[in-house]
């Protein structure tokens, strides 16, 4: 254990304030988000960031709460990375929305890992931290509407019936693709046509509703 006086218990000491918390939240989420480039999320160990991050694992726990909220704190930043993509792809009228949408994910391998691994680590999060993630997870609907607004209105019901869908689908066909690979799985064609056929049946019918 570090002593009163080591550096890192002097590192620990000045991050008391709010802005110092979230200043050191954002650097273990910049860490946990670059382990993630060569390791998926549910082998991604506390331990892993901890040692990546030069902290304790209690260190990590004092600012991050817990490995899942950690890991689903990254996927929210994924989620926004991922809508800017989207909404440069959407500006090209000859890419249907479900092509945009397939495309776009196929770019954002840590994205789909996260997606895929998301119900086990919702599962173990504590009431509040529960709560957050919901509420990042209505920004993102939100902001989704926003973008597809031009080329796909939506109302409330079919936003939220179409963002399940998209996770449904990415989770079930990253998880196939992940079978088979030791790291994660490379995006590909077969990825990305899957996942758009199975976004656009979905969307045809969405529109009929």
Not at 6 to 26: G, I, K, M, N, V
Not at 171 to 180: K, M, R
Not at 186 to 192: L, Y
Request: charged letters at 25%; one cysteine or more; a neutral charge.
């Amino acid at each position: 254990m570090d002593s009163p006086d080591s550096p890192r218990a002097l590192t620990f000491a000045r991050a008391r304030s709010p802005e110092q918390r979230e200043d050191r939240l954002r650097r273990l989420t910049e860490v946990t988000r670059a382990l993630l480039d060569s390791t998926r999320a549910g082998e991604l160990t506390l331990g892993d960031v901890a040692a990546a991050a030069d902290l304790a694992k209690s260190g990590v726990l004092r600012y991050a709460g817990s490995r899942e909220a950690l890991l689903l704190l990254v996927m929210y930043h994924e989620h926004l990375g991922w809508l800017d993509d989207l909404q440069a792809q959407l500006h090209d009228e000859r890419r249907s929305p479900a092509k945009a949408l397939a495309h776009t994910l196929a770019q954002r391998p840590v994205l789909c890992d996260l997606i895929s691994a998301a119900p086990v680590l919702m599962n173990r999060l504590t009431p509040e931290a529960a709560e957050t993630v919901r509420t990042q997870a209505r920004d993102v609907e939100d902001r989704l509407r926003e973008t597809l607004r031009p080329r796909m209105p939506l109302d409330r019901q079919r936003l939220v019936l179409l963002t399940a869908a998209i996770h449904a689908f990415v989770g079930a066909v990253w998880g196939w693709a992940a079978i088979d690979s030791i790291n994660q799985p490379e995006p590909g064609t077969a990825f990305e046509d899957t996942l758009a056929a199975l976004l656009r049946t979905f969307i045809a019918g969405l529109k009929h509703q």
